[in-house]
């Protein structure tokens, strides 16, 4: 069955570091997304992605963060200054349609040191 | 805002027995899904509810959803130690797509 893949699956870094997060969607999906969630904590929508612009973002999306899907497989997601509360399980996500069932990748634990 | 809670948050059951997790939410939505997580791993899709009324059921797991009570249910038939795991709701905002709020989660243990 096709999955959603993630890079790397652990990634440290240092406060004010710049990390860019890897996702391969599902081929045939349109839909992408971003969701974290904070260790023992619920899952957070982060930001949908679709026809090569973001659809909607949360709170959280802020200047720091982007996204961008540089060809026709990768979904990325970047934090240009991490701060210690970034430190969350990241969760790359895609649908085929907007109402269709969202497939999870296995996350990208990232670490603030 | 909408807001969705789950309880009980914490589940400590014995093999055999049934308990239902509930999850009610805040405004009116037209989709919900339960979710499964296992520790470190990722989300796995269980059920989608799309209407009122909607049943749905996957071996010893039922979901179903009352729109207008703004309740849904996820039954526990029999429990075996297989089904420890996280368990969430997610509801669907109803604005632009893939923008689901997730409830708290239900950790559930399965003991012998």
């Known amino acids: 069955e096709p999955e959603v893949t993630q890079t790397p699956s652990h990634q440290v870094t240092q406060m004010g570091q710049e990390v860019i997060l890897r996702c391969v969607p599902i081929?045939?999906?349109?839909?992408f997304y971003w969701y974290r969630q904070i260790l023992g904590q619920k899952v957070e929508f982060l930001v949908s992605?679709?026809?090569?612009?973001?659809?909607?973002k949360s709170e959280i999306f802020d200047d720091q963060f982007s996204v961008e899907r540089p060809d026709g497989s990768n979904f990325t997601l970047k934090i240009r200054s991490t701060k210690l509360e970034d430190s969350a399980m990241y969760f790359c996500?895609?649908?085929?349609?907007?109402?269709?069932?969202?497939?999870f990748g296995n996350g990208t634990r990232l670490t603030v040191t | 805002e909408l807001k969705v809670e789950q309880n009980p948050l914490f589940l400590s059951m014995q093999e055999g027995k049934n308990y239902t997790i509930y999850c009610n939410y805040s405004?009116?939505?037209?989709?919900l899904y339960w979710y499964r997580q296992d520790p470190g791993k990722s989300l796995e899709s269980l059920f989608v509810l799309l209407s009122n009324g909607a049943v749905k059921q996957e071996g010893r797991l039922m979901a179903s959803l009352d729109t207008k009570a703004r309740l849904s249910t996820l039954h526990i038939t029999a429990a075996v130690h297989d089904l420890s795991a996280t368990y969430f709701c997610?509801?669907?905002?109803?604005?632009?797509?893939?923008?689901?709020?997730f409830g708290k989660g239900t950790k559930l243990s399965v003991k012998p």
């Open positions: 996500a895609s649908s085929y349609l907007g109402n269709s069932p969202l497939h």
């Open positions: 081929s045939n999906h349109l839909y």
């Open positions: 405004t009116t939505s037209d989709r």
């Open positions: 992605f679709y026809n090569n612009e973001i659809s909607e």
């Open positions: 997610a509801v669907d905002t109803g604005g632009s797509q893939g923008n689901l709020i």
